[in-house]
């Protein structure tokens, strides 16, 4: 037998879709139908139960944003994302937090 979902499995739930969703989103890819409707029913679960916020999520910067955002090149860009980003499929990304800031 199961047990209902807590507040905290609730929220991880909705990250790892959010994850998900995201990682779709950098690479172009259309988000399936599914992951929209199980973030929705999340969101909802989440509200009854109430809580509203979901655990931020670092934003991940393609190589073509970043390359933009460093006025660098996306060959410079991947060099950097080998260090601290991930690859999925044949995209890099990068966590933006991970970029210089401007000073």
């Known amino acids: 037998?199961?047990?209902p979902?807590?507040?905290t499995d609730l929220k991880t739930a909705r990250a790892a879709v959010a994850y998900y969703m995201r990682g779709h989103q950098l690479v172009h890819r259309p988000i399936p139908p599914a992951a929209i409707r199980l973030a929705a029913h999340l969101e909802a679960a989440m509200a009854d139960d109430g809580h509203t916020s979901v655990v931020p999520q670092p934003q991940w910067l393609?190589?073509?944003e970043a390359a933009a955002r460093l006025g660098q090149s996306q060959r410079t860009v991947r060099r950097?994302?080998?260090r601290c980003g991930?690859?999925?499929g044949r995209t890099?990304?990068?966590p933006a937090d991970a970029l210089p800031t401007e000073d």
Do not use: C, G
């Open 1 to 3: 037998m199961t047990s």
């Open 92 to 94: 890099w990304l990068i």
């Open 62 to 64: 393609s190589t073509a």
């Open 80 to 82: 950097i994302a080998q």
């Open 86 to 88: 991930r690859k999925i």
């Open 5 to 7: 979902l807590d507040a």
